[in-house]
């Protein structure tokens, strides 16, 4: 099976400068999940998606970072204005709709390295 | 949310010997999981375990829930073990938080 698709894989902006990340999950997987990774630093979740509904998006900084799953398959988490602080791996994850056998195991995607300058 | 800390946060291991990696977190978790993220960032789950013992090959892990740690066991490393390995653990109705990692440089 196809995994977690996510594009660009790197991308350089100056501060203030907006950028997007897309996500394509695996097939049929009805939650998506994004994540920052700063270096040194594990994970941090930003949104999670059940279908097209946000099911958490407590830690997502709002003022900058928004995230949408219209149709309830691919997502695309944008930033706007980017701090040097948004520098960060953005990961993208997916996983089996909740009460379905393995859907509490997470497949990620490779990550959008993103720098800040 | 839960803080989930692991231990220790560098681990230098020569190719072929054993270790032990070990996550603590601060609340009952009902999702437990480790990870390891490979020198180029992918992150691939290796073990969903919220309680009891599993293994796959060298790897091993134990989660003894009531005491609110989990371990992981390396057999017979080899290179290919370098990385980070992480847990992340989830209480109900939170989100699942990971830990800082512990980094493996397996020597040849």
């Known amino acids: 099976e196809a995994g977690v698709a996510q594009s660009p894989r790197y991308k350089i902006i100056e501060k203030r400068q907006s950028v997007a990340f897309w996500c394509n999950p695996i097939s049929g997987h009805a939650t998506l999940y994004w994540y920052q990774q700063i270096l040194g630093q594990g994970p941090k979740l930003l949104i999670q998606?059940?279908?097209?509904?946000?099911?958490?998006d407590s830690q997502l900084p709002k003022d900058r970072f928004s995230a949408e799953r219209l149709k309830g398959v691919d997502s695309t988490l944008k930033i706007q204005p980017a701090k040097l602080e948004d520098s960060a791996v953005y990961l993208c994850a997916s996983s089996l709709a909740p009460g379905t056998p393995g859907a509490n195991v997470l497949t990620f995607g490779a990550g959008s390295r993103l720098t800040v300058l | 949310g839960i803080q989930v800390e692991q231990s220790p946060p560098d681990l230098i291991l020569q190719e072929g010997a054993n270790s032990t990696l070990r996550c603590n977190f601060s609340?009952?978790?009902?999702?437990l999981q480790w990870f390891h993220q490979n020198p180029w960032g992918q992150l691939i789950n290796l073990f969903y375990?919220?309680?009891g013992t599993k293994q796959n090959g060298r790897l091993s892990a134990t989660t003894v829930a009531t005491e609110r740690y989990s371990l992981l066991y390396i057999s017979s490393s080899q290179t290919t073990d370098s990385g980070v390995y992480f847990c992340a653990g989830k209480a109900a109705g939170n989100k699942l938080t990971f830990g800082g990692g512990t980094r493996v440089l397996v020597k040849p």
């Open positions: 609340d009952s978790v009902n999702n």
């Open positions: 998606f059940q279908n097209n509904g946000v099911v958490d």
């Open positions: 375990i919220p309680s």
